[in-house]
């Protein structure tokens, strides 16, 4: 290798472990600082941002072998699909739930995500038992979670947000956390986009 690719290499490496830190941070945040937040309403599904952002810190970490070109052994592969698969349902359905009305129930709110989430799953396993190869099963697992929870869930959860502060912040209150939701509602968005649009390649 030359050394302009061992100095890429490294870069990715380092990146990939930031990667996951951060996602790790996100979920770390939410479990402390959550339950002491009662001016949002979204405040109450935090956790299930929370499990996606640990879950893609699993994910993210799973990958440091690839990047240092180490194969994935099929067990770890399959458990890195399926984290993947469940951290996007997590968003999809905290997305979800920023849409739902007040007064119907925390569970309810889950429903459709947990759909999507056991259609996926039914399709990887009937993928696999009708003859398709691993390799072929885990590639397109992957797109159809990042196209059909990722994205959705990433933008949902965007848009959310903002109609959550403007339809439950007092405008005095609103003004105070209007920076901080702009910066989630960006990172949301741009993660729909770079995590679910645009997949491996």
């Known amino acids: 290798m030359t050394w302009l690719g061992e100095t890429l290499a490294t870069h990715e490496l380092i990146l990939t472990l930031l990667h996951g830190q951060a996602f790790f941070a996100l979920g770390f945040s939410i479990v402390f600082l959550a339950p002491r937040s009662v001016r949002l309403e979204v405040a109450r599904g ?6 996606f952002g640990f879950c893609e810190a699993l994910v993210a970490w799973s990958t440091l072998e690839i990047v240092a070109s180490i194969p994935l052994t099929p067990t770890v592969a399959w458990m890195r699909l399926l984290l993947l698969g469940a951290g996007y349902a997590f968003l999809l359905a905290f997305g979800l739930q920023t849409q739902a009305p007040s007064e119907s129930q925390l569970w309810k709110r889950w429903v459709p995500a947990g759909v999507v989430l056991a259609v996926w799953l039914v399709g990887l396993v009937t993928a696999r038992l009708g003859g398709a190869e ?11 979670a990042r196209y059909g929870m990722a994205l959705p869930g990433g933008l949902i959860a965007a848009w959310g947000l903002r109609r959550q502060a403007y ?16 910066a989630a509602r960006v990172a949301l968005g741009a993660f729909a986009v770079f995590g679910g649009l645009i997949g491996p390649s």
Do not use: M, N, Y
Request: hydrophobic fraction near 50%; avoid cysteine; charge should be positive.
């Open 46 to 51: 935090l956790s299930l941002l929370a499990a």
């Open 134 to 144: 691993t390799d072929q099963v885990l590639l397109h697992g992957e797109i159809a």
């Open 167 to 182: 339809h439950t912040l007092v405008p005095k209150r609103l003004a105070l956390i209007k920076p901080p939701i702009r």
